[in-house]
């Protein structure tokens, strides 16, 4: 068995010195804070139970992944972290900034965490196995390695239907150029749906011409925002891309406008959305 001990010890990390980690989705999406905002993500993991690490001093922070599975982020020293009793308002302030909840000022202690280098380049590509349910979140326990992706990877194309995109998803299909995502996004028109996370708003698009949804979403992968005005001014990390009706290739470009004011019409996204017209 190929284990993450043996990959910690092959970087010449004693595993007795490491803790591993293991970030669910309940305060945020770990995986998407790592890409889009890494220092929120640093933030979030600082703030902890007093000794919850022991005596390590190195954490390896995963996020949770399919089934039982983790996916690695990477590898943080741990040097030192200040007591309750000695916090300083400046801590206070970093949960404030970061919208964390302000009663860890009270019940948790901050670790000084310092992001490393090191295994940065199995970073979003190995994946372990964590175990069953219930299974804590922090362990001191060698896992088995299930697999390691290929670098800047996308799952391959499935179906329209589970097509799920976050911003850096979107750059990755495009700076990767995955023939499956090109050949299925670039043989149809469509209507496209751009979900604002953090409230919930949304916005209808449509897609025809040259290259389909692929080559729209490729525009949206360059700007941000598509040229969309209302989209400009808020952050693509937090957009997710979907589809809501796919179309033949040679379908006249009025007939998919039709179908994307339908679903304007149908979501609400003139009167409760992001769409002007």
């Known amino acids: ?13 004693d595993p ?8 669910g989705n309940k305060e945020l999406d770990p995986l998407e804070t790592f890409q889009s905002d890494l220092d929120h993500f640093h933030e979030y993991s600082s703030w902890q139970a007093k000794n919850k ?4 001093q190195y954490l390896a922070i995963f996020s949770a992944a399919k089934n039982t599975t983790s996916l690695f982020l ?12 000695d916090l300083e308002q400046k801590h206070l302030d970093i949960l404030i900034k970061h919208n964390l909840p302000e009663w860890w000022f009270k019940e948790s ?24 349910a219930p299974v804590s979140w922090v362990q001191s326990k060698d896992k088995e390695i299930v697999e390691l992706k290929p670098k800047i990877s996308l799952e391959e194309f499935s179906s ?28 149809v028109n469509g209507v496209y749906l751009v979900r604002h996370k953090p409230d919930g708003l949304l916005y209808v698009g449509s897609a025809y011409g040259d290259n389909g949804i692929f080559g729209r979403w490729s525009n949206y992968s360059t700007t941000g925002h598509g040229g969309n005005k209302l989209l400009k001014d808020l952050n693509p990390h937090n957009f997710e891309w979907s589809i809501l ?27 409760f959305g992001l769409n002007e017209n």
Do not use: C
Request: glycine share 6%.
């Open 1 to 13: 068995m190929l284990s993450f001990y043996s990959l910690l010890q092959s970087s010449g990390i």
């Open 16 to 23: 007795k010195s490491v803790r591993l980690v293991r970030h």
């Open 53 to 56: 690490f022991g005596d390590s």
């Open 74 to 85: 990477g590898m943080w020293a741990i040097d030192g972290f200040t007591n309750n009793s």
């Open 109 to 132: 202690v901050y670790y000084h965490l310092r992001k490393l280098d090191l295994m940065s380049d199995f970073s979003e590509r190995l994946i372990i196995e964590w175990g069953n």
């Open 160 to 187: 329209y239907d589970d097509v799920l995109l976050s911003y850096v998803d979107l750059q990755r299909m495009i700076i990767d150029s995955n023939s499956s995502w090109v050949s299925a996004l670039s043989s």
């Open 245 to 271: 009706e796919i179309m033949s290739p040679i379908m006249p470009s009025d007939k998919v406008i039709e179908r994307e004011s339908h679903w304007k019409r149908r979501l609400g996204t003139r009167d």
